[in-house]
């Protein structure tokens, strides 16, 4: 395993050891380890001084189950914190395949320019890639792939990467070629487009799979570890079938659908824009409602949405992003929120934050909440680059500030997720205290608050919150240093020996011996590093927390956000 070093400022690419103190760290846990060393936490997200690092998890480009997951950390221009972004696609896997630990991209061109970086089995080399100015996601990718092999791996920044928004994300192609796997949040496409990169390409050859120490050991827990996924209802079963939109009916039902601008906790037309409906319609249109986003996925939870027409639309729906563009500005026209996902997806933004974006744009009263026509029209904007488009392309926040609203839900200037905060109280924990910003996968607690996997906490009480978002949160942070999917956490928490069949692949394949308790001590210890990042940068306990209006009563329960400043400050202490 090597780290490869890219200067953009003299053009230089250089390769290194791999230190001692980074072998036993990937994904995430590489990322905000090479961020909190070499990023000074004061420095300017789209200067010089701030670094973008790519890592694939530890088993990455390995035989585990649904491990290819790719890790993306710098200083966030949105959140002015640390960040780690991660996604599927082929990227992760292919890079693991070629041997790279980690890619470090610093310091920044004299002039604008925009670069190519090619990454194949006989090394690392830079291209000019002018001739792809301002072009979308989809337009990049297939010059890429025709140019340079339909199998090579493309991560791409569109419009808003190019023109360094806040709320700018880094594409990555699915099995497919398709750009529909993101690094959303936190603007680390504005970070990669600030470096004159528009995009990465990625071909392995032949290189077929990573060493193993002892592959007999690997194959024998990475077969115990799959059953264990598809033996489990929610990721067996549920996923596969609906997607993560299967939540927005589940939600729903508990109260806990953002609807409105987080006005009320249910959404009348919930069913439109359901798992279910999502279902009928992908069957209906021949599409395919249970697609892996990387080699070797057995959840599957994406798909391919063709319009009524029967062609490809767009692929990768998720939960967030139909709930953004739906629930939250009153659209129920699903092939609407589905031309929205498309065009967030080419242009290169986080569909989180331009959704929830659109939605304080229609309470600034600049469009009507639940006009579909016009939402789409102001996404559309972005990648223009028009005033309006670049208002909405610098995240939430922004838009809130531009429009003079009070009701902004954010938090570090980050948009809140699909949750509600106060009927699903252990979200609202994580929202606040993660040191990413309001970001869901930090600390999914809606596992046993609403879904009962891994016990039950109820969600409309204060009680048993803090605890439940600690212990997820130190989980994830060390689920997201493996390259394995967030989603295998169903298993873990409900199988005892899931979490122990991942150890023993990292043993198998690195020859260590590490145990359970250090998996948790990894978790924390990432968590600390990036307190440490954000409190250098500023961040206080005052950023630890929820906007105000989450003191307000939420229907149906009639419940508030009552965990206390106290408690808040206490999570994320070890």
């Known amino acids: 395993m090597k780290i490869c070093r890219i200067n953009m400022r003299n053009k230089s690419i250089t390769y290194e050891e791999v230190k001692s103190e980074y072998m036993a760290l990937g994904g995430r846990g590489l990322t905000s380890k090479i961020i909190s060393e070499e990023v000074d936490a004061t420095c300017h997200p789209l200067g010089k001084n ?3 690092v790519i890592a694939p998890g530890l088993l990455s480009g390995s035989m585990a189950p649904s491990s290819g997951r790719l890790s993306v950390g710098s200083k966030s221009p949105l959140t002015g914190g640390i960040k780690e972004s991660n996604a599927g696609g082929t990227a992760a896997q292919n890079l693991a395949k070629l041997g790279y630990k980690a890619i470090i991209i610093e310091d920044k ?28 996601n989809y337009e990049t990718g297939d010059i890429l792939r025709e140019k340079f092999g339909k199998k090579t791996t493309v991560m791409s920044v569109g419009q808003a990467g190019e023109m360094k928004l806040s709320a700018a994300s880094i594409a990555v192609t699915d099995t497919e070629g398709h750009p529909t ?26 290189t077929n799979e990573v060493k193993y120490h002892d592959k007999d050991s690997f194959m024998k827990a990475s077969r115990s570890f799959s059953k264990m996924i598809l033996d489990h209802p929610v990721s067996g079963q549920g ?35 359901s798992g279910e409906t999502m279902y009928e319609l992908i069957n209906k ?77 229609m309470e600034g009263k ?25 208002i909405i392309g610098n995240g939430a926040a922004f838009t809130g500030q531009a429009f003079g609203t009070e009701r902004v839900p954010v938090v570090k200037k980050q948009a809140l997720p699909a949750y509600d905060p106060r009927s699903v109280k252990g979200i609202g924990v994580t929202y606040a205290t993660t040191p990413m910003g309001a970001d869901h996968t930090a600390g999914y607690s809606v596992t046993a608050n609403i879904l009962g996997v891994g016990g039950t906490v109820d969600p409309l009480k204060k009680e048993g919150q803090v605890d439940l978002s600690r212990n997820l949160q130190v989980a994830t942070a060390a689920i997201d240093s493996t390259g394995l999917c ?84 206490m999570t994320l202490e070890f």
């Open 50 to 52: 701030n670094k973008l």
């Open 109 to 136: 061109p004299e002039k604008e320019e925009l670069n190519l970086i090619k990454i194949t089995s006989e090394g690392i080399s830079m291209e000019d890639a002018s001739y792809l100015k301002m072009k979308g």
């Open 366 to 390: 600049y469009i009507e909440l639940g006009d579909d026509k016009a939402a789409i029209k102001l996404v559309e904007e972005v990648g223009k680059g028009s005033p309006i488009g670049r």
């Open 486 to 569: 967030l989603f295998v956490a169903f298993a873990i928490l409900d199988n005892a020996g899931a979490l122990q069949e991942i150890v023993n692949m990292i043993n198998a394949e690195y020859n260590t011996s590490i145990e359970i308790q250090d998996v948790i001590t990894l978790g924390q210890e990432i968590l600390k590093e990036e307190k440490e990042f954000n409190r250098r940068a500023g961040f206080t306990k005052a950023h630890d927390r929820l906007p105000e209006f989450f003191n307000e009563n939420l229907e149906p329960h009639n419940v508030a956000f009552d965990i206390t400043d106290e408690e808040l400050d």
């Open 285 to 361: 249109r021949k599409g395919n409602p249970t697609h892996a986003c990387h080699p070797g996925c057995i959840m599957r939870c994406s798909q391919i949405y063709n319009d009524e027409n029967g062609e490809y639309l767009t692929g990768g729906f998720e939960y967030e992003t139909i709930w953004a563009f739906g629930s939250h500005c009153h659209i129920k026209n699903f092939d609407s929120i589905a031309k929205m996902d498309r065009l967030c997806d080419d242009i290169g933004i986080d569909t989180i934050d331009t959704g929830v974006a659109v939605g304080i744009a």
């Open 181 to 206: 796997r993101h690094c959303g949040r936190g603007g680390t496409g504005a970070v990669l487009g600030s470096k004159g990169i528009k995009a990465i390409i990625i071909d392995p050859g032949k």
């Open 239 to 273: 996923l596969p079938t609906y997607g993560t939109a299967v939540l927005v009916n589940i939600l729903n039902e508990a109260g806990g659908l953002p609807t409105d601008n987080f006005r009320n906790g249910r959404f009348e037309f919930a069913e439109d824009i």
